[in-house]
């Protein structure tokens, strides 16, 4: 199993930028992804970027654009997810998920831990 912890959430004004921390412990797998979700109150779980073992990355282009980028300290065994020029339609629960294999999926059933969230929210 993979736990994993995620931090950094909080209010933020329209415009400003926040950075998520996804921690993760225990045991691990040499191929695997790490991915960013959110789900906004009364609507469905979604994706919004992933990271790969070896690197790669993919973004759900039509919600982030190009204002989140997700990144990695090895050491540290953490994922962030920077996010800039947040939009009140950011505002959500924000989950960092672990699976292990190759691939970058986008759908939540790919993935088999889950941390328990922090909530993100953008003022207008």
């Known amino acids: 199993q993979v736990q994993l912890v995620e931090s950094g959430g909080g209010l933020v004004q329209a415009g400003g930028s926040l950075r998520l921390s996804c921690a993760a412990s225990?045991?691990?797998?040499?191929?695997?992804?790490v991915g960013w979700f959110r789900q906004a109150p009364g609507k469905e779980r979604e994706f919004v970027a992933a990271?790969?073992?070896?690197?790669?990355?993919?973004y759900d282009v039509r919600s982030v654009e190009e204002r989140f980028s997700i990144s990695r300290d090895n050491a540290k065994n953490t994922v962030y997810l920077q996010m800039n020029s947040l939009k009140p339609e950011d505002t959500a629960i924000y989950y960092c998920?672990?699976?292990w294999g190759n691939g970058l999926p986008q759908a939540v059933r790919e993935y088999h831990n889950w941390g328990q969230g922090t909530q993100v929210t953008v003022s207008s």
């Open positions: 225990g045991r691990t797998f040499s191929s695997y992804a």
């Open positions: 990271l790969s073992w070896s690197g790669g990355s993919t």
């Open positions: 998920a672990y699976r």
